[in-house]
């Protein structure tokens, strides 16, 4: 993984406990075992949010995501309990992380069994940092 994205997960264990969440890192997920290893696991009882997240930064206008990262985050997620979300930040943006439920708000890729995330529809699509703990509600996802 790239130094900026170790960073962007230090960040967001930093954002999320700072919001009352209990969170935890597991540095080089996927690395050095066949087991699934989300990149966060955050979870706060007082805003009944528990969430398991693999993280993501890119240069470019998508991001293409391997099949079995989504799978082993599935699995990971339907063995805790918890919620599966990609967060996708475009560093050519600046517009911060984007939060996708995974793997219904993800783009299945027709050719390999990838998915693929873009700019324009995390961005009509994806949940802010604020949305995805709940401190507000995103108007497009009520209606």
Do not use: C
Request: no cysteine.
């Amino acid at each position: 993984m790239s130094s900026s994205g170790i960073r962007a997960e230090r960040d967001l264990v930093h954002k999320f406990w700072d919001a009352g969440f209990a969170v935890l890192r597991s540095p080089a997920s996927g690395g050095g075992t066949t087991l699934p290893r989300p990149d966060l696991i955050a979870g706060s009882i007082t805003r009944d949010k528990f969430l398991v997240l693999e993280i993501k930064t890119v240069r470019k206008d998508t991001l293409y995501i391997n099949e079995e990262q989504i799978t082993g985050l599935m699995e990971f997620a339907n063995r805790i309990g918890f919620e599966p979300f990609v967060g996708v930040k475009f560093k050519n943006r600046r517009k911060g992380f984007f939060f996708l439920k995974a793997p219904d708000q993800l783009e299945k890729v027709k050719k390999g069994n990838n998915y693929k995330i873009t700019f324009a529809i995390a961005s009509s699509k994806g949940l802010s940092f604020g949305e995805l703990i709940g401190e507000y509600h995103q108007e497009k996802l009520m209606k």
